[in-house]
Structure formats: structure tokens, C-alpha cells
């Protein structure tokens, strides 16, 4: 059944998608949408604020940092898009960042550096997210919400009790952005069946960190060719494709550009989702009762309200049903440290 959802016909819809990128001033929507990037500055933030400027369905790019975003965001306005860019900074004007945004996007807070797991982030990270995700559920209730800031499997919780005290929490608004994860897949994949990685379609469920990304090799699209111990190398590499970049960087961070393009993919998704004309299914680290952890990364279909349709667990071979008992319980541990900063 999922199989299905992964072949051809929505891979021709998810390029269609990107094309959205070169639509020219006379293809003009009607639905406009407002994203807010927290966290804009950052080395995330920036390519991620220029990708969505080149998209067209963004009419309203809001830009908040901590620090100064207004040269930056003058810089963008001399893009030749119909899109405004607004510009805040500082912990007081976050609120006038997330207010009336239709998507907010949250990548504030550290990254990783060598030798470091992506939890040990948590305790700088964890209040920034609280502070986004209330400020959403107060200012902005119906906007979607894209965490990418880490560790995504605790600080998703945080928001979601964020959120709660605050007064309005939409489980079906909530994401964290694990598609840098499917884009690797993809590309690794791709790469290795020597096909171009924008064929490839794979779920990746599960969380977004070592263990707990759990690649569905049983359901790529094309089906994949190569024998287990092919499979166990590139699983591998998905699942530490991160440290791949932190080592690489040497202490300038983690992952930066692509992630912007991985988050870029999913704001359009969401964006699309919004105007009631979702693509092919994405993954994302959402509220969900497919496995006993409470957050789990499964393939969504997206509509006016967030999560259309949730497709649970695609079909598992006996390997990724091993994979997946090690995921659930890191999960179900991260979530409760989650829920547990926030009592
Ligand atoms: N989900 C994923 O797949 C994925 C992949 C890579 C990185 N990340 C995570 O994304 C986050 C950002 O990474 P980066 O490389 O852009 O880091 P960065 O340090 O380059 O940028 C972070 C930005 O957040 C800003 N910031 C900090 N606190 C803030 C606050 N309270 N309000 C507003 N802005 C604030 C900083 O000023 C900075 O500009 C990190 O936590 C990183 O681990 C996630």
C-alpha cells in the first residue's frame, strides 16, 4: 500500500514541486503564505531564508536571531521576488517574529561539535524551543511548526508541553524536520544504484539521531539493488551522515547547507499541504501512536490542517523490525527527558 504512494506518479508530483522554485512572476499564487525562520542568522538560517525567498509560495519572509537580522534581511529584499522580508531580533521581538506566521521554522540554538552527541545540546536548546513553541501556541495557533533545532527527539516533547501550558497544542501541527535524513537516503542511494537520488524514493522513520533513523530498505523506490551487507554499510552511513559533516567541518559546526535544502523541501511541503494540494508523502518526527514511543517519524500526507493522513509503519523486513525495537526504545527515553524539563 505505502509501496505504491512511493512510485513513480508522486515522484514526478515532488519534482513538480521544485519546479515551484523557477515559477516566474506571471504564475503568481493566491494563497499567500507567511513562514517565520527563528533562528535566522545562523548557518542554517541563512541559505534556508534564501531558498524560501526563491519559493514562490512565500510571500512574507519573517527573519528573527538573536543577533541583528537587518542587514541580512536587506540583502534578501533586493531579490527580484514579490516576497517581503521582514526583519526582528532579540528575545523581546520574537513574538512580533512568530505572530500571524502561517509556518514557523525553528532552527535557534547550537550546533554540534566533534565528539559531541546531538543530546548534549539539549540544555541550551530545550528552553530556546520552549520559548518558540509557546510564543506559536499563543500568537500564531494555527501555524505549522518545523523543529530543526537538536536533539529533534527531546526538544520535539518540549515543545509539545510548551505548547500545552501555553494553552493551544495541535499535535497535527507540529514537526520535527527529519527530511535531511531522507535526503541523504536519497542521495546515497542514488549514488550507489547510479540513478539520479531525485528517483529514489525511501521512507526513513524513526527519530533523527544515530540508532533511531531507521532507513526502510525493504520499501525503496526503485527497489534497491544490492545485498545486506550493501544495505548495512549505507544504512549506516544515513544514520551517521551528520558526524560525516561535523568531523569534516572541524569545529565550525554541523550540517548547514544540506539541511537549509532538506528544510526547504519540507516548509514546501507544508506549504503545499496548506493550499489543499499536497505532494508525495514526507516524513517527519510527529505525535503518534505507530509504535510505543509517543514521537515517531513516519511518512505524512499534508493538508490545510497539518497532518492529513498519517501512514504508520510501512511493511518491515526482519532486520528493520530489529532496527525499529532499538529505535522505540531510545525514542520513548528522549521524549520522557522531553516532557520531564518541562514539569
Ligand atoms: N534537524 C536536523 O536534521 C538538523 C541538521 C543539522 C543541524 N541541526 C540543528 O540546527 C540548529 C542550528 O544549527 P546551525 O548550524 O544553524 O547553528 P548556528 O549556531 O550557526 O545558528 C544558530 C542561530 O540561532 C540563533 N539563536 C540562538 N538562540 C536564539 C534565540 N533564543 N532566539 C533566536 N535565535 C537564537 C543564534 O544567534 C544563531 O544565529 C542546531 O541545534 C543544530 O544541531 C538540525
Redesign the pocket.
Known sequence: MLGKQFQSSAISQCRVCWRLYQATPGQMQTRQFRVAV????????QPLSLLLMANKLVTELVL????ATKGFGQDLSHIDRACQVKSFFG?DQ?KSAIKGSDIVMI??????KPGQT?DF?FDT?AP?VA??AGLVSQHAAHAMVG??????NAVVAVAAEAMKKAGYYDPDRLF??????VVRAEKFIGDHMSIHPGKVRIPVIGG?AGTTIVPIFSQCQPPFEGDEKCIASIVKRIQTG?DEVVKAKAGQ????LS?AY??ARFTNALMLGLKGEPGPPECAYVQSDATEAPFFSTPLTLGPKGIEENHGLPELDECEKEQLKVAVDALKKSAAKGVKFME
Open positions: 527563528i533562528g535566522a542568522v545562523g548557518g542554517i538560517g528573527h536571531d538573536l543577533t528575545e520574537m532552527t535557534a540554538g547550537m550546533p554540534r546531538r545540546l536548546n530556546i520559548k518558540a523543529i530543526i533545532t537538536n536533539p529533534v520535527g524536520v527529519t527530511t535531511l535524513d533523527h551528520g559546526g554541523s550540517a548547514t539541511m532538506a528544510a
